[in-house]
């Protein structure tokens, strides 16, 4: 079993910057994706960011690229959302989400592990 513990949110300015982490604990995470996703009150449950724990490779949403930066640290089993140039519409609360082979890395309903949600509120 897979779990999943964010830390890093908070209240920020427009503009500002936040880096949210994931730990991961639980077992091996080979052939896995990570993810960071949010939900607003009111919406869905939208993607943010996505990582393929053996190749690094990041996937970003539309929204998102170009300011948000998604890592991870294998030694530390952790996954990293930084978020730079942050706006009011960033504002929601952020869920690490984990499975091995997702059918669609996009796609919230692909994951099967959850995080308990980091709230980020940027204000204007």
Known sequence: QVRLVESGGG????GGSL????????????SYFM???????????????AIA???????YADS???RFT????????????????LNPEDTAVYYCAAQRTPLIPTLASSFGSW???TQ???SS
């Not at 993810?35 to 960011?49: D, H, I, M, S, T």
């Not at 724990?53 to 996937?59: E, I, L, Q, R, T």
């Open 11 to 14: 209240l920020v300015q427009a």
């Open 115 to 117: 995080g308990q949600g």
């Open 19 to 30: 880096r949210l982490s994931c730990a991961a604990s639980g077992r091996a995470f080979s």
């Open 64 to 66: 998102v690229k170009g």
């Open 53 to 59: 724990w053996n190749s690094g490779n990041p996937y």
């Open 35 to 49: 993810g960071w996703f949010r939900q607003a009150p009111g919406n869905e449950r939208e993607f943010v960011a």
């Open 120 to 122: 980020v509120t940027v």
């Open 70 to 85: 998604i890592s991870r640290d294998s030694a530390k089993k952790a996954v990293y959302l930084q978020m730079n140039s």
